[in-house]
């Protein structure tokens, strides 16, 4: 089969044209100072973390949402103590007009706190629909989970896939962030071949400092090798300074098949914050056209 790979420039442009970020309840100030430097209609992901409440979570989805963004709230499914608290959750973004599209992820307790044990049960039980929600987003690991076996992933991945496409909704696939663009493209050339044809959004840590950037990938269990990490554009040597992810972009874009892999787009997590993050992209951008 002939290759319909764009050239480079022109994949970091798709790339870049349809992007997603991460915000916490509590990034809303923040929010609201980078807002001229998001597109209009950008998705932000709105975390759901156990020190923040739901009216914290409501406000940050309300002012996304008013700025003219897609808010896309989490839902954590470990964390729900009760199938009254998902309808509560639910319920209220439905009152907001944001409930249609929602980031559901089974979250880090490993004991459950109530009946939903990971992101399908949520998925199953028809609250989703009943309170409007239309595009369901879900996790993918290209590095693996630190306390889950790939075979579980995977299983749980093909079965959340047909579970949306049972239940009529629609969904994308929003990966862990890592390092190297490896992996990336083998667990997503696997999905595929699993059946998997959800559009993945691949994660990418923004600019950030490298010890902020190399905290968080030991916290998560992502690969951080001196020769992945120096690949990326971080020095183990130095880690005073700040690491954008150019060079990973480049070279995803560089190898990225439409017809092998499928739709990919990117989704931004904002440790460096989100007026950082979202500047480096417009940077990154200008940058290209020069």
Do not use: C
Not at 61 to 88: K, N, Q
Not at 183 to 190: F, Q
């Amino acid at each position: 089969m002939k290759s319909t790979q764009a050239a480079p420039a022109a994949m970091l442009r798709s790339l870049l044209s349809d992007f997603s970020l991460e915000m916490t309840g509590k990034d809303v100030d923040h929010l609201r100072e980078a807002g001229s430097l998001i597109p209009q209609g950008t998705r932000v992901n709105v975390t759901y973390l156990e020190h923040e409440d739901l009216e914290t979570r409501l406000a940050a989805t309300r002012t996304a949402r008013e700025m003219g963004f897609i808010p896309v709230p989490h839902v954590s499914a470990r964390r729900l103590d009760s199938t009254a608290r998902l309808e509560e959750f639910l319920g209220a973004l439905h009152h907001a007009g944001a409930s249609d599209t929602v980031f559901v992820v089974g979250g880090d307790p490993a004991t459950p706190y109530g009946p939903f044990h990971e992101a399908l049960d949520v998925i199953r039980s028809g609250l989703l629909d009943q309170h409007g929600v239309r595009h369901v987003s879900i996790a993918g690991y290209p590095e693996g989970h630190p306390h889950i076996a790939d075979a579980a992933l995977w299983a749980a991945l093909e079965a959340k896939t047909a579970a949306l496409r049972e239940g009529g909704l629609r969904g994308d696939v929003i990966t862990q962030f890592g390092f190297d663009v490896d992996p990336v493209l083998s667990w997503i050339e696997r999905a595929r071949d699993r059946g998997v044809d959800l559009p993945i959004r691949v994660g990418v840590p923004g600019p950030a400092g490298a010890r902020r950037l190399l905290r968080y990938a030991a916290r998560f269990g992502i690969a951080t090798s001196t020769g992945i990490a120096r690949k990326y554009g971080l020095s183990i040597t130095n880690l005073i300074g700040t690491a954008g992810p150019d060079r990973f972009l480049t070279s995803l874009a560089e190898r990225l098949r439409p017809e092998v892999h499928g739709e990919v787009k990117l989704h931004f997590y904002t440790f460096g914050g989100l007026a950082a993050t979202s500047a480096w992209i417009n940077d990154f951008q200008e940058g290209m056209l020069r």
